[in-house]
């Protein structure tokens, strides 16, 4: 599924640029491109962590019949997704 994500994200990515004439996004808005490089910068931690979490989340709620997962880290799952969110929207 990933090549399919990656490929279509690829010929997105080639359309927009053949739409604006830029040969990189942002071309034209150096300030928006370094703003969105250092929010990426500090959400790239998170995102990883968040992966980890739902894979851990994921695997306790598969294990345990009833389907209860440790709250300690379902809270720690949902902060993730708080901060990713906090981190978009204050950067538009």
Do not use: C, K, W
């Not at 790239?44 to 880290?73: C, F, I, K, N």
């Amino acid at each position: 599924m990933f090549d399919t994500i990656r490929d279509e994200h690829g010929r997105t990515t080639r359309e927009v640029l053949a739409l604006t004439g830029e040969a990189t996004p942002l071309e034209r808005q150096p300030v928006l491109r370094r703003t969105l490089a250092v929010r990426d910068t500090y959400l790239e931690p998170l995102h990883h962590l968040q992966v980890a979490l739902l894979r851990q989340y994921r695997a306790g709620r598969d294990a345990s019949r009833a389907g209860r997962t440790d709250p300690t880290l379902e809270r720690a799952l949902l902060t993730t997704v708080n901060g990713i969110a906090a981190g978009m929207r204050n950067t538009g």
